[in-house]
């Protein structure tokens, strides 16, 4: 059995890593809202500020399972699948061809390592049944 001192400690450690990761997200989402990212012609740089304007939405998004961590599976499971598609796709993008870069690896790392690897331990420190956080609403 795990002691509660033990328990509450992983949950602030949760709590601090999803907090830090979020920011990540954040903050590349809102550099990406307000710096030019090279789209050119065609409507390609107002396509870059919507989709860094996801990504924001996606990092204050997590932010807000921080509070209450335990209880939020549902939401933090719908978050991570949303992360991993994306990262899906940025690494077909790489298989098709697009440059693998620095930026790009940890981007992708974010999204198909850390992200998925937060979840599990959201689902450890949360309810212990799928079906019970499957009802709580956001």
Excluded: N
Excluded at 61 to 83: C, G, M, N, P, Q
Aim: aromatic share 8%.
């Amino acid at each position: 059995m795990v002691s509660p001192v033990s328990a509450w400690s992983e949950k602030r450690t949760l709590q601090t890593c999803v907090v830090l990761a979020g920011l990540v997200a954040v903050w590349a989402g809102a550099w990406g809202v307000l710096h030019d990212l090279g789209g050119h012609g065609g409507g390609l740089a107002s396509h870059e500020r919507y989709l860094s304007g996801l990504l924001l939405a996606i990092g204050l998004a997590f932010w807000t399972t921080v509070s209450d961590i335990e209880d939020k599976t549902a939401r933090f499971r719908l978050l991570t699948a949303l992360v991993v598609v994306g990262g899906i796709s940025r690494l077909l993008g790489v298989a098709l061809g697009d440059t693998l870069s620095w930026s790009i690896g940890g981007a992708l790392a974010m999204e198909l390592l850390v992200a998925p690897l937060l979840c599990l331990w959201q689902g450890r420190v949360g309810p212990t049944t799928v079906l019970a956080s499957a009802w709580r609403p956001f």
